[in-house]
Structures are given as C-alpha cells and as structure tokens.
C-alpha cells in the first residue's frame, strides 16, 4: 500500500489567496483526519470524518478554512483567504476506525504564506 | 489545553542507555497511544495500550498506562542513534473518535 498521500508537500502563496490541500487515504479505512502543527501551537486536530461524513469540526480555526471529503478515497483542505498565521504544516491521517484505532499519518503539505 | 501533556520536554543520551517519557492526561480514556516523528516527517504509530491493560510491549519499546494517575510512559530500551526523534502521547477519550496530542518529548540519542 502507498499510505496516506498527501498533495502539495510544499506550498508556497501570497496573503489572500485560495490553499486547497488534498488527501488520499489508505484504501479500506473509513476515518480521515486533518490536522495543523506549528510550534507554537503544536498538534492541533481541525476535523475528522467518518464513512465521509463530517463529524467534528470544531477545530476548524474559522471559516476561512473548509473541508470536504466526496469520496472514499479523496479529501481536500481549503483555505480561503489565505493569512500569514496559517502557515503550518497540515497532516492528513487515516483509520480503519472499526478494527484498529490507530492512526496513519501523511508525510504532511508544509504551507507558507507570505 | 492538550489533554496529553509529555515529560520531559526534552531528553539527550548516549546510545545503548535507556530513555524514559511521560504523558499525563486529564479525563476518561479508552486508550493512550505513542506516536514517532522524526524531522519533516509525519507520525507513526509505536504503540496503543487501551485503559484496561497495565504494561504492554513491542520490541524494545515498553508502555505503561496507570489510570487511577492519568498516566503513561514509554521505555525505549537500548537506544540507538535512529531512534532520535519527537514522540508524543495521544489519548482517545470515552467521549468520541478522536485523538487528542500532547505536545511531544525531543529525544536526541548520540552516537
């Protein structure tokens, strides 16, 4: 299995501007999770779904930030418009949350916004 | 603030000595797992004790959970130069699905 792909691994863009990040879960598990991590703050969970289903999105910062997952198999992070503070790097992971609680991370899109 | 809260911040050996971290958290869990991160990179999973088991292995690493404290460490055993890395702690509430991190223990082994 590939794991969770991520896509962009970096991503540079301008104060104002439209950030859409994607995610490709393992295939099989039906949780997906999107997270940010800055120093500052550390580890921070935005939303996760289940059987693609939104079920908590009270990490989410504000509405500037929306997520979507239409299929089993795609997720995408939108951040519209983009501000300075929201540079971090966003993590995708998944989980086959019925067998196994554990957690399978992405290799994360480091995101600068300038 | 994080449910999990890790100890040390940071820690630095030689290798072949034995690193010890904490995590403590503060409500009802149906389990605690440790994660690993090593630099530009994402987490993986170690290890997940769930609230009814004590002490749990794999490899060189050993977990124990005590729940009437609210806490948790991991034994890395035997260290080695690559096992460098953040760890964190990340408990799963009775309340819900999801995972709540701590904020991480640097381990830096030296060669």
């Known amino acids: 299995d590939a794991g969770v792909i991520q896509s962009p691994r970096h991503e540079v863009t301008e104060m104002g501007q439209e950030v859409t990040l994607r995610c490709k879960p393992i295939?099989?598990?039906?949780?997906l999770f999107w997270y940010r991590q800055t120093m500052m703050r550390g580890l921070e969970l935005l939303i996760y779904?289940?059987?693609?289903?939104?079920?908590?999105d009270s990490g989410m910062p504000e509405d500037r930030f929306s997520a979507k997952m239409p299929n089993a198999s795609f997720s995408t992070l939108k951040i519209q418009p983009s501000e300075p503070r929201d540079s971090a790097v966003y993590f995708c992971?998944?989980?086959?949350?019925?067998?196994?609680?554990?957690?399978?991370f992405g290799p994360g899109t480091r995101l600068t916004v300038t | 603030s994080q449910q999990g809260e890790e100890d040390p911040q940071a820690l630095s050996i030689q290798e072949g000595e034995n690193a010890t971290m904490n995590c403590s958290y503060k409500?009802?869990?149906?389990?605690l797992q440790w994660y690993r991160q090593n630099s530009g990179r994402g987490l993986v999973h170690l290890i997940l004790?769930?609230?009814?088991?004590r002490e749990k292995h794999s490899g060189r690493l050993r977990v124990t959970l005590d729940t009437s404290k609210k806490s948790s460490s991991l034994l890395i055993t035997a260290s080695r130069a690559a096992d460098t890395a953040s760890y964190f702690c990340?408990?799963?509430?009775?309340?819900?699905?999801?995972?709540?991190f701590g904020e991480g223990t640097q381990l830096t082994v030296n060669p």
């Open positions: 409500t009802s869990i149906n389990n």
């Open positions: 992971a998944s989980s086959n949350w019925d067998r196994t609680h554990e957690q399978y």
């Open positions: 990340a408990t799963e509430e009775t309340s819900g699905s999801r995972l709540t």
């Open positions: 295939s099989g598990h039906n949780s």
């Open positions: 004790i769930r609230s009814n088991e």
């Open positions: 779904f289940n059987n693609n289903v939104p079920i908590d």
